[in-house]
């Protein structure tokens, strides 16, 4: 059986100004997305799953999911803010998605096989899909993948980014991320600055989570496990997101999973800010000019 290819599409787009899922970098008007779909399926992927928001379901099935039509199957699943286990409600003034790990648990419905895990905004590369996607074809349960790109190569010039910092074993086994949301270059290093007067300093070859991760189905049965112990600890603060590197790090420290780094030399890039759209286009347009990707496509 094929792997499935899960899409997180439902982000609000808020430092970018605008549905930056849809928006156009390539050079026959290619979203991002429509790469990372490219490339999962020559990577060997046999289904797309969007996890998306209701408000603009139209949109995307017709600006995005339209486009691949005889390509590759598509489902969609909605992320929603009310999708609580019971007795959880949405507190009073919360607006915010409950984050990555949250959106992920959105598709239990639509992935029933092996599946990566995407973001919609990012640009992952052939390589990161290959090699993900031999490893989740001979997937045994609780046996997860992660894609490990340098940090030097991840970070934008345009404002700070959240990246998850991993602790890499010899043997190449992932012993745990730690989440850094205030990420800059700073000379030959980088610092987390979420606390100003005490900025943490990283090594820019540190291998990072981009968010591509592979699991097995059963990940959906620990995300509700887990799901209700996260909302009794953060539900109540107004911007708390539960992330999938939160949950990984938990399942691997509680040896209920375990998990493979897999380094890739494919280039990281995406649009967390409109400044780093032409960025985008330029990386875009130098891999279609060296052959690595068609000038159209999508073309039939």
Request: some cysteine; proline content about 7%.
């Amino acid at each position: 059986m094929k792997p499935t290819l899960v899409v997180l599409a439902a982000g609000m787009g808020s430092r970018y100004g605008g549905l930056k899922q849809v928006d156009p970098v390539g050079p026959s008007g290619e979203a991002l997305l429509d790469y990372s779909v490219f490339d999962a399926v020559r990577g060997g992927f046999g289904k797309v799953v969007f996890v998306i928001r209701r408000d603009f379901e139209a949109e995307f099935r017709e600006k995005v999911g339209s486009k691949y039509e005889g390509m590759v199957p598509v489902e969609y699943c909605f992320q929603d803010i009310a999708d609580l286990p019971a007795p959880y409600s949405v507190p009073e003034g919360r607006s915010k998605p409950w984050g990555t790990a949250h959106a992920t648990r959105a598709a239990r419905s639509a992935a029933s096989e092996p599946f990566a895990v995407i973001n919609a905004d990012d640009f992952y590369g052939r390589d990161a899909f290959a090699k993900l996607g031999a490893f989740l074809a001979d997937a045994k349960p609780m046996h997860f993948a992660m894609v490990g790109y340098r940090l030097d190569l991840t970070l934008s010039e345009n404002g700070s980014v959240a990246r998850g910092i991993c602790d890499v074993a010899d043997d190449g086994s992932l012993r745990g991320v730690i989440e850094m949301t205030k990420l800059v270059r700073a000379g030959d290093v980088a610092e987390n600055r979420e606390n100003p007067d005490a900025p943490v300093t990283v090594p820019l070859d540190a291998r990072v989570s981009m968010n591509l991760w592979g699991f097995t189905p059963e990940l959906f049965g620990e995300l509700e496990r887990l799901f209700p112990e996260w909302l009794a600890k953060n539900g109540t603060q107004p911007k708390s997101e539960w992330y999938i590197p939160f949950v990984v790090d938990e399942l691997i420290k509680a040896g209920r999973a375990d998990c493979r780094v897999l380094p890739t030399d494919s280039r990281w890039f995406g649009v967390t800010y409109r400044e780093d759209k032409p960025f985008v286009a330029a990386e875009i347009a130098k891999l279609v000019a060296a052959g690595d990707y068609p000038g159209n496509l999508l073309a039939r």
